[in-house]
């Protein structure tokens, strides 16, 4: 493959950032049916929100091979690579911790709620904007303002804990901050070891194996191993083998692009033996998001592996990129994608307090006004895409 964007894989970020928007906004709808929400902590099932944050998963694991070639190619210093790697990965984390923090918001606080949001997010942007194309110092104006304004909103945060007022703790790290540790471990791990399928496959095995030893809960000697990765964001490693089954699809797209039918054989075999382990191991410890089963791990793997083959005959091979066109800004601004809907809510939810009618918020009706706030949130994305002003880490 050459060092170009890979439609593919750019379609199918689109798609689930799209989709991950509007299973986010499911909240502001009644009646939505169970398929369509996250099962239940106790229950052995999936539903469709499932599926979403690791499709998120496999896919930064699957543009991680391209990402790293293309660097080494520009600039062969992994000692620069690294450092790369380390400030996406803080970055990452930085926005998840703060994020997190809102779930434990006091009423208490200094700020109100959604005003503290705003503050937050919009240091993100400050901070994070992609100012490539500019001839500023490196460290501009704008991003000190952004920094100065996160330490601000630091100050004057206060939480919730019991009858307790508390400051900025990390009570778990938010889904950029698990997103950013999974995406540290897995990078770092393909810069040491390059693209070897046979080492990527070792080590999927092993994380893997380390997610089922956590569930099994058979190795009391290592609960300060598990509580010491749980406070790392790194947690039972869950996240990191989706991540990692992103790098070995990818490192198999990279090797067999040209040979359709060895790479059909490859991605299908690998899809069926996470499918197989996750049934087959299902009466250990069920299917479950939240508890981050290995079942539900691999599961959804395969599912991100099927969705991601049958794209490239669609987008790659048919040339139907074009089909999903209208939300291709979720796929190239993807951060930016994210972060509006904290802007959104904040501002006319929770400052403002427009409500539509209960009969917009109910049911399928309800559920078709949520896919529509996506695609709104997508375009909103694009126009400031081609205003240059979206987030680059």
Known sequence: MNQKRVASIDVFRALTMYLMVFVNALWTVKGVPVWLEHAPEAADGMGFA??????FLFLVGLSLPYAQHHRLSKDPSRRRLFIHILLRSVAL???????????????????????????????????WLDYASSKQPVLRLQQLIGILLLIVMALLYRG??????????????????????????????????????????LLLVFFVGVNAASMLET??????????????GLGNASNTSLVLAGVLTGCLYRKF????GKLAAWMISLAMLCMLFGFITRPLW??????????????????SILIFGTLIWLVDHKRKAHWFGLIKPAGTSTLTCYLLPYFWEAVFISLIGIRLPEALRTGWVGILKTLAFALLIVLITGWLEKRRLRLKI
């Open 219 to 232: 190795s009391g000697w290592l609960k300060p191993f598990w509580d010491h990765t749980g406070s790392l």
């Open 160 to 201: 919730r804990e019991g009858d307790r007022i508390i400051g900025l703790q990390p009570h778990w790290w938010g889904i950029l901050g698990l997103i950013g540790w999974a995406y540290f471990a897995a990078a770092v791990l393909l810069l040491l070891g390059g693209e070897r399928i046979w080492l990527m496959s």
């Open 286 to 303: 069920g299917i479950s998001k939240i508890r981050a089963t290995p079942s539900w791990t691999m599961i959804s793997g395969a599912i």
């Open 93 to 127: 984390i930085v926005m998840g911790f703060f994020q997190m923090n809102l779930e434990y918001y006091s009423a208490r606080a200094v700020l109100p709620e959604p005003v503290w949001e705003i503050g937050i997010t919009l240091g993100f942007f400050l901070i």
């Open 50 to 55: 499932d599926i979403i944050f690791p499709a």
């Open 257 to 260: 692009s040209g040979q359709s």
